[in-house]
């Protein structure tokens, strides 16, 4: 069980490029999240799944898209990188939203850069 | 008002000292609680739920109290690889929302 894994681990843009951020989980958990992470902030979610082809805003959306195709991979993308965008980026999973369903497992996490 | 608060420390303290953290919370519906545990440049990973009960795992002991809206995470007997930062998360029951603090950081000396 490789449980969530995240690529690339780390990269680096030029403003205004594009890129895609693919989590996958092996699993088998409904619910995908996107988080970004900056220091002196707590994880902020940018987008999140509750099961294959659906997707929600979640508190910072503006600037990513994200797709669920398939229940296992949740892809983030950034269609005009800024420098904004700079930070590390968490994907996670949870089984359910019920009591003793809701844990979130998170992947490494990508360092994004953007200059 | 943050929905969630941490003191961000650092807590330094001695190996072998006894540590307590606190995170208050400021929606009342909050159902489901948790530690996290990150270490640097690392992603968090669940060191414990927090029940109505309290919980204790090995050198941990987690509280919650409702009435003043805060959890607690002690930590007995400290060792140095506790050293990380510990973060608190708040949830609504049936809602996807996790509401993470910005986390305190614990630095264990020898």
């Known amino acids: 069980n490789a449980g969530v894994t995240q690529t690339p681990k780390f990269r680096v843009l030029k403003t205004g490029q594009s890129m895609t951020l693919l989590c996958a989980q092996d699993m088998n958990h409904e619910y995908m999240y996107w988080y970004r992470q900056d220091p002196g902030m707590g994880l902020r979610l940018i987008h999140y799944s509750v099961g294959e082809g659906t997707t929600a805003k979640g508190e910072v959306p503006d600037g990513y898209n994200v797709s669920r195709l398939k229940k296992q991979n949740f892809l983030l993308g950034l269609e005009s990188a800024a420098p904004s965008q700079t930070s590390v980026y968490f994907c996670?999973?949870?089984?359910?939203?019920?009591?003793?369903?809701?844990?979130?497992?998170f992947g490494p996490g990508t360092r994004l850069l953007v200059l | 008002r943050k929905e969630v608060e941490q003191d961000p420390g650092p807590f330094n303290v001695p190996e072998g000292a006894t540590v307590a953290f606190n995170c208050t919370y400021s929606n009342s519906a909050s159902q489901s609680f948790f530690w996290y545990r990150q270490d640097c440049r690392k992603e968090p990973k669940l060191l414990m739920s927090?029940?109505?009960s309290g919980n204790e795992d090995g050198r941990f002991t987690a509280q919650l109290n409702r009435a003043s809206q805060y959890i607690s995470l002690l930590i007995r007997d400290s060792k140095l690889s506790d050293s990380a930062t510990y973060l608190c998360?708040?949830?609504?029951?049936?809602?996807?929302?996790?509401?993470f603090g910005t986390g305190t950081r614990l630095k264990v000396l020898a």
């Open positions: 927090v029940y109505s």
């Open positions: 996670a999973s949870s089984y359910g939203l019920t009591l003793n369903q809701e844990t979130q497992y």
């Open positions: 998360v708040v949830i609504a029951t049936g809602t996807y929302k996790y509401i």
